[in-house]
């Protein structure tokens, strides 16, 4: 009995052995790179059916940020390489940004030895003409002498990316439509999409606080004491030299009673 049980034993082991290394070569055969080539695709596409998209919007940062700086991964099918492969990658036709003024590569298009997921990184100007017109930077990654672009896709999603850009935000709702809007005028004085940047980058607010329609109205004690902050802080940076114009070329002020 024991004998016939170490003989079941013994064959089952070898089997799985078997099964294991079987499994593992049909592993390696899955993608064979020199019968396919290397495939060039954006990492973000991996699970995604749908366009990859992103959205660069300066419309509710601070006065002083003048660009952002995006990371996009990209990724090769097959084994690393011991030299940098260049990729071939071009703004389409579809493309309204301007090169050098809206958007510029901050590294060449390559994916260095050693790797299979390298970095596009791409930094977005913030530009006076953003905060009137939209802009679209539309890439397409190509075949050339180092990858292909035969991964199974028929929409071929993971070649192409969207980058929206503009530098939009409409008139704060709490010098319109708020219960408190008569004392934000009298305190924080008239709109300026410029006094609403310095105000969110010098009192380190949300900008929920502006430009959330649901969120609770601001205190009057909010309204005064940012009012009054502003006023000090303005005031000292002009006489240090520092002084702060609105988008018509004015020199930003508070409102009457902020002082």
Known sequence: M???????ITTMAMALVLT????KK?????YDETANGSSIYFKEAIGVTTPLVKIVSFGYVGYTVQDS???????V??????QDRRFELKATSATTAIANEHYTFLREPVIRAGRVVDTLLIKINRTPNMATSSYELDLLLEQNEAFTTRLVNPAKNYLKYTIKIDDIAGVSHLWTTSVRAAAVLNYFGV?????VDLMLEVLKLNPNFFYDTSATAPT?????????YMFFWLNKEAAEGRVYLDEKGEVIKMGQYAG
């Open 2 to 8: 024991d004998i016939k049980n170490n003989l079941l």
């Open 20 to 23: 294991g290394q079987s499994c």
């Open 26 to 30: 049909k592993g390696l055969e899955l």
């Open 69 to 75: 700086v995006l990371s996009i991964p990209v990724a």
């Open 77 to 82: 099918s097959g084994y690393p390489s011991n």
């Open 191 to 195: 709109y300026s999409r410029k006094k």
């Open 220 to 228: 009057a004690t909010q309204i005064l004491s940012y009012a009054r």
